[in-house]
């Protein structure tokens, strides 16, 4: 079955992989077509199944799946037991083999290595999330200091597209004035809002210069993505990086 899926271009060590999904090479039919990951979206079990079959072929062993709720705890993808779904919002590993997954349709995944391949992160970053803290908490996690890190984000809703309130902007302020530069003003006290750019900033502060990816817009490409703020009822990409 054909696919478009991303294999991330960012200078990983070689002993880490890295892949995100894209909505192509799947079984399940619309409004989730055609690889649906999401188990909590109203698409047949048996249809997402089927797509993590497939993408477990892919992959050194089951993803370490999360209930992702828009907060900032990290778990050990090697602690995640087969079937469980911890509730969390990134996960990390030092264990060969276990595999860091992330599930997106606009919020932003961000993954993470470092240069030495000891260790690898993953980070679900919607608004809140991003603004609570998922990049620190992931960096804090993964206990290697930040200079040794690496980057790379992931496809999410894009600047052009990513409408957002005053108190979405009064939030990001709230902890860095220099996020001002990621929000244009458009009318009736909206503004659009660049979170690749709200990223980025956050990751700076903490010392992670080398950053990658952040071209892609997910609601504005849709033949290659889901996008839950565009179509409300669709499927979920995944995210994943693992030590092999």
């Not at 620190?136 to 984000?153: D, K, R, S």
Request: proline share 6%; glycine share 10%.
């Amino acid at each position: 079955m054909s696919h478009d899926w991303i294999t991330p271009a960012w200078p990983l060590p070689a002993n880490v992989g890295s892949l995100i999904t894209t909505r192509s090479g799947g079984v399940s039919p619309a409004p989730y077509a055609s690889l649906n990951l999401g188990d909590h979206v109203g698409d047949a079990a048996a249809n997402v199944g089927a797509n993590r079959a497939l993408l477990r072929q892919q992959l050194p062993a089951e993803p370490a799946w999360l209930e992702q709720v828009h907060g900032t705890v990290v778990v050990d993808a090697a602690s995640v037991a087969p079937g469980s779904k911890p509730k969390a919002d990134a996960s990390f590993s030092r264990t060969r083999g276990a595999v860091c997954a992330i599930m997106t349709a606009d919020c932003l995944p961000v993954l993470l290595a470092d240069r030495a391949g000891t260790v690898v992160g993953a980070a679900h970053a919607g608004w809140r999330g991003l603004c609570g803290g998922v990049i620190e908490a992931t960096v804090q996690a993964m206990n290697e200091p930040a200079a040794n890190l690496i980057a790379y984000l992931g496809p999410a809703i894009g600047p052009d597209a990513f409408e957002v309130g005053a108190e979405v902007r009064d939030a990001f302020l709230a902890h860095d004035i220099h996020a001002v530069t990621a929000f244009q003003p458009i009318e009736d006290g909206k503004y659009l809002a660049d979170i690749y750019l709200l990223a980025r900033q956050r990751l700076a502060a903490l010392g992670i210069d080398e950053v990658y990816g952040g071209e892609m817009c997910t609601v504005i490409d849709r033949a290659r993505f889901f996008s839950y703020r565009r179509d409300q009822v669709t499927g979920r990409m995944a995210s994943l990086i693992w030590i092999s």
